[in-house]
């Protein structure tokens, strides 16, 4: 670990511990490891992110609420793995990409990029947002190991294996058992891919951390045993707790602990509270809205931030209540239990369907940190929950990309 690095997670540590004595201030970092952004993120005025949005996470949300540093996500969704779905998900990744370096470009005064965990304490240092690139669905990669180095180099520092549906690394955990793909844990459940693999030890000899996130068990178990680093779970949840393909069973909850990782739970409602009426309400909102707008089907980046929606929702919300930070805080707690407090983290899904009562958008950060103070977590354990943790697997990853 380079001294710059150990001073800044010092200086962390000795800010929770001071801390402990003036509850009401923030935590030494609070990190929300996956937020997802629109493919035409800073392309039109309405997700320029800074100015007030509609976004869950604009600069003055983060600002407001104490959000130190997102990790902004390029997602793409799964298309067929050949040439043609290869090349659109690269494109598709690139426009992102692009997008993030345009937030950059434009307010270099309010957030920087962190390639390392010392650059992100850096930048809160001298009082700057951060933002750290996360890949979600390797399938953008179009079959391609160059593209790691090439999403190294753009700044990603964490590479998603898988999204919903199979790709050409791993297994998902909601696979696409509509069109013939094989259920979780059924035989045909294959797990992690010769691919797959040379992506995770690409990954660790590149210090980019690896996401199994959305990954199926046996992928999980594959990565576990391929990676010579600790692997993350940018957003995840407890089987246990609630019984959900995308959350995580405990034995899985202990493996990634022993190996050193991090899981980072999410405050996602479905994986939260199962509530099945609430989601045939807002299908059908969703629905309703796409036949007026005269699209096939309801899109996401043209149709979450209407001003329809946004009514509909609210409406849905008063019938059918979201998740709340109590139930945000019992799977924290579970987690905790299983894994160890050194081995949990937070995360929000914020503008890819996260989003929970009391935490509706990251100017209400500071909400989470008083659910846990109210639950009686201490100071020393918060500022491990808000990105202490993430900080040490990230260092701990940059170690060994530095072995011979």
Known sequence: M??????????ALTASASVSAQPAQDPPITIDSHVDIPFNYMGEQRFDAGRDTRLLVDLGKMERGGLNAAFLVIWVPQHALDAAGYAKAVQQATQKYDGIGHLLMQY????RLATTPAQLMANHKAGLLSATIEIENAYSL???LHRLDAAYDRGARSVGLV??????????????????????????????SAFGQAVVTRANQLGMMVDISHASDNCVRDALKASSAPLIATHSGARAVLDHPRNLPDDLLRAIAAKGGVIDAVAYKEFLKHDPAREAAEKKLQDAIAKQAGEKEYDSD????????EAGMAEIQKHYPLATLDDYVKQIRHMVKVAGIDHVGLSSDFDGGGGITGWKDASETRNVTAALRKAGFSEADIGKLWGGNLLRVWAEVERHAERP
């Open 2 to 11: 380079n001294s710059i690095l150990r001073f800044a997670l010092l200086a």
């Open 108 to 111: 270099p005064d309010r957030i």
């Open 142 to 144: 179009g079959h391609d």
């Open 163 to 192: 999204h919903v549906g199979n790709n050409d690394l791993c297994t998902s955990s909601l696979p696409d058992t509509e069109h013939g793909e094989p259920a979780m844990n059924s035989a045909g459940d294959k797990g992690m």
């Open 302 to 309: 043209a149709d979450d931030y209407r001003p329809e929606m």
